[in-house]
C-alpha cells in the first residue's frame, strides 16, 4: 500500500473540487509530496535554486544576464509533437480530418497507465492559473498537476499563477484540468490528450513548452477554441499590436501567424527613424481571445502574462524590445553558452559559442550551436513596449483582422478582402512554409488556416462555421487583410526589409480601416496602388514594389484550386457560405 505523500493538506482558499481532484490524482500518480504553487517570488526562487542544485537548471552570467538560467531539455523533446497530439471526443468528427482523433475511453485507458506511479519519488506541483486579467469576465481559470518544476516555474512567467488564481476558481466553480508528467521522456511513451467536452488535458512523457505547459497552446487555443464556439467568442492563434499615429491615436490589430512567422517581432516592432511620432504598444505576440462588444466591435485580451519565444534570430537590430527584455529575469531553453556562461545563438553578433544547446563542447560538425527551436521564457512586463492595456478586464478594440504565412511567391506583400465572409475564406485558405517550432521536415507549404492548423480542438468546418457567426454578431467588424513578409525575387533575396519597416504595411491598413488609403481592386481582394505605401526613407525601387504587389491570374487561379479540394475535405461540415466565397473569387479570376 503506497504512504500518503508529504504535504497533501491544501491551502484554505482551495476549493473543494480541486482538492478531491488532486488527492485522487495523488493517489494514482503516488508522489513523494505535494506542493501547492502560491505564486509569491520567494517561491519561484526556491524553484530555480532546486533546479540549479539538481542540474535541470545551470546558472548563467548573473554580472551580464542577472537572474538567467538555462535549461537543456531532452534532445528527442524539443518541439511540439503533433502526431502526438490528440482531440478525444466522443464522435470523430467533431474532431474532424484536422486533428488526430482517438476515442475518450481508449485515451483516458492508455493514459491512466502511464501515469499510474509515474511520480513516485518526485514533487508533485499543483499549478492554479488564470489565462487572462483576473478581474476580467474574458479570463479563464485552469489547475496543471504537474512533476516539473520547470513547467512550474514556467508558468510563473506565462500566466497569472497562484493565490489569487485558486480564488478566483473559488468563485468561478470551474477550471480546466490539466495533468502532465515528464515519465520518461521517451518518443515512443509521450502523448498530449484533449478532453475538450469536459474541459481536460493529460500530457505525458514530454517537458518541452508546447506540450508542457497547458496553459498556453493546450488550454487557450485547443480547449478554448471549443469553449469560446459553445460561449459565442473566438480563441485564435494571433497576436494583438496597438499602432499609435503621429496624432496619438491608437489602432489595435489581431494578427494571425503560423510559429516562427514573425509574430513575436511585429508585436514588438520597433518603428524606424524615418517614421517619427509612430509607437508600437505589444499587448501580446501569441494568443488573443476575441469578444463581441456591446458597441457592436470585437474585443480582444492576451490570455497570456509572459512570452514563450524563438530566440535565434534575435538580435538588437532585428528585434530590439526582444533583445532588451531577455537580458534579465529569463528561462532560455536549448540555446548555445559561451565561455563566459552567458546565453548564445545563432544571429548574435557578439561572443562565440564555447558548448552547444545539449552541453556539448561546440563543434560546428554537430550542427547550429542553438536549436533552430530554442526558446526565451519571460514576463510580459519587462517588454519595452508592453501595454498596460494588456491588463485591461474588458480588453482592446480591434479595428483590423491580418493573416500571414510565409511564402517565397503568389501572395503580394499585402491585399484586403472584400467583405468578412470573403476574409473568412482568406484565413482559411492560408498556407505557409513549414518551421522548427514542430516536429517533421522545413520548408514545406501546408495549408494552416487562421495559424490555427495545430490548434483547432474541433473540426475546421464548423470552426468556420463559428467565424462566419462571428461576423453577423458584430456590427463593426474588423477589416481583414493578409500579408506576406517573406516574398523572393528570382535569386531567393526578400524583397521586402521586413522587421520595423512592416509599420508601413501596418499604417496603409488603418488608412483603409478608416475609410482612407488607396487601393486597386483585384480578383483576391483591393491591393495598395505603388504610391499609397509610405516609402520614405527607404531604399526600394518601383520595380521590387510593383512586383511586391502583382496578382498573377494563372498562379492565383491554381491557387484557388488548391484551396478548393482542401476545403473539399471537409465534406458536408465545410459551410455553404465558404463554398460560394470561393466559387466567386474563382469566376472573378476567369473574368481577370
Known amino acids: 500500500m503506497a504512504t500518503a505523500p508529504e504535504h497533501l493538506d491544501a491551502p484554505q482558499s482551495a476549493p473543494r473540487n480541486v482538492r478531491q481532484w488532486v488527492a485522487e490524482v495523488a493517489a494514482h500518480t503516488q508522489p513523494e509530496r505535494i506542493h501547492w504553487c502560491d505564486g509569491s517570488e520567494a517561491e519561484y526562487r526556491a524553484l530555480i535554486q532546486g533546479m540549479l542544485g539538481s542540474g535541470v537548471l545551470l546558472q548563467l552570467n548573473q554580472q551580464t544576464h542577472p537572474g538567467c538560467y538555462l535549461h537543456h531539455s531532452h534532445p528527442s523533446d524539443v518541439a511540439r509533437v503533433e502526431h502526438l497530439t490528440f482531440v478525444c471526443t466522443e464522435q470523430a468528427a467533431d474532431a474532424g480530418p484536422n486533428n488526430n482523433w482517438i476515442a475518450p475511453g481508449e485515451a483516458r485507458a492508455r493514459m491512466a497507465a502511464l501515469f499510474a506511479g509515474c511520480m513516485r519519488g518526485r514533487t508533485l506541483y499543483v499549478v492554479p492559473y488564470c489565462m487572462g486579467p483576473l478581474d476580467s469576465p474574458f479570463a479563464r481559470c485552469g489547475v496543471e498537476i504537474t512533476d516539473s518544476p520547470y ?210 563542447p561546440y563543434d560546428p560538425k554537430n550542427g547550429p550551436a542553438a536549436h533552430p527551436n530554442s526558446r526565451f521564457t519571460v514576463s510580459a512586463h519587462q517588454n519595452p513596449s508592453y501595454s498596460p492595456m494588456a491588463d485591461a478586464p474588458g480588453g482592446v478594440p480591434i479595428s483590423a483582422l491580418v493573416f500571414g504565412g510565409r511564402r517565397r511567391s503568389l501572395a503580394p506583400l499585402v491585399y484586403q478582402a472584400r467583405n468578412w465572409s470573403h476574409g473568412v475564406l482568406v484565413g482559411a485558405g492560408m ?31 464548423d470552426y468556420w462555421a463559428h467565424w462566419l457567426a462571428m461576423g453577423s454578431s458584430i456590427s463593426k467588424p474588423p ?19 521586413g522587421f520595423g519597416e512592416n509599420l508601413r504595411v501596418l499604417a496603409w491598413i488603418i488608412e483603409r480601416c478608416e475609410g482612407r488609403g488607396a487601393a486597386l481592386e483585384t480578383p483576391i481582394g483591393a491591393v495598395p496602388t505603388e504610391a499609397a505605401i509610405n516609402l520614405a526613407g527607404l531604399d526600394l525601387d518601383p520595380g521590387t514594389m510593383a512586383e511586391l504587389l502583382a496578382v498573377r491570374t494563372p498562379d492565383w487561379q491554381r491557387e484557388m484550386e488548391e484551396i478548393g479540394s482542401y476545403l473539399a475535405g471537409y465534406g458536408a461540415r465545410l459551410p455553404e457560405a465558404l463554398r460560394r466565397e470561393h466559387a466567386e473569387v474563382l469566376a472573378r479570376l476567369a473574368r481577370a
Request: some cysteine; overall charge neutral.
Open 479 to 497: 477589416g481583414i487583410f493578409h500579408v506576406n513578409w517573406f516574398r523572393r525575387d528570382a535569386a531567393g533575396r526578400f524583397l521586402w526589409p
Open 151 to 360: 513547467v512550474a516555474a514556467s508558468m510563473r512567467l506565462m500566466t497569472r499563477m497562484g493565490a489569487a488564481a485558486l480564488e478566483r476558481i473559488g468563485r468561478d466553480g470551474t477550471f480546466i484540468r490539466g495533468l502532465h508528467s515528464t515519465g520518461e521522456l521517451d518518443p515512443e511513451r509521450r502523448f498530449i490528450m484533449h478532453f475538450p467536452e469536459t474541459l481536460e488535458i493529460q500530457s505525458y512523457g514530454s517537458g518541452y513548452g508546447g506540450n508542457a505547459l497547458l496553459g498556453k497552446k493546450c488550454h487557450a487555443l485547443r480547449i478554448a477554441s471549443w469553449q469560446a464556439r459553445s460561449e459565442g467568442w473566438m480563441a485564435e492563434h494571433m497576436l494583438l499590436v496597438g499602432v499609435e499615429n503621429p496624432a496619438g491615436q491608437t489602432h489595435y490589430i489581431a494578427c494571425a501567424f503560423p510559429s516562427a512567422c514573425g509574430k513575436t517581432n511585429l508585436a514588438m516592432l520597433v518603428p524606424p527613424e524615418t517614421m517619427p511620432g509612430w509607437k508600437i504598444w505589444t499587448i501580446g505576440d501569441d494568443i488573443a481571445w476575441l469578444h463581441p462588444g456591446a458597441d457592436g466591435r470585437l474585443w480582444a485580451i492576451n490570455p497570456e502574462a509572459g512570452y514563450f519565444g524563438v530566440v535565434p534570430g534575435t538580435n538588437a537590430q532585428t528585434n530590439r524590445h526582444a533583445n532588451d527584455m531577455i537580458q534579465h529575469n529569463t528561462i532560455f531553453t536549448n540555446v548555445a553558452m559561451t565561455a563566459g556562461r552567458e546565453p548564445w545563438w545563432e544571429g548574435l553578433e557578439d561572443g562565440k559559442p564555447a558548448f552547444d544547446w545539449q552541453g556539448r
Open 431 to 461: 498556407a505557409s512554409e513549414t518551421t522548427a517550432a514542430a516536429t517533421g521536415a522545413v520548408g514545406v507549404v501546408r495549408r494552416d488556416p487562421m495559424a490555427m492548423q495545430p490548434f483547432t480542438g474541433y473540426n475546421f468546418g
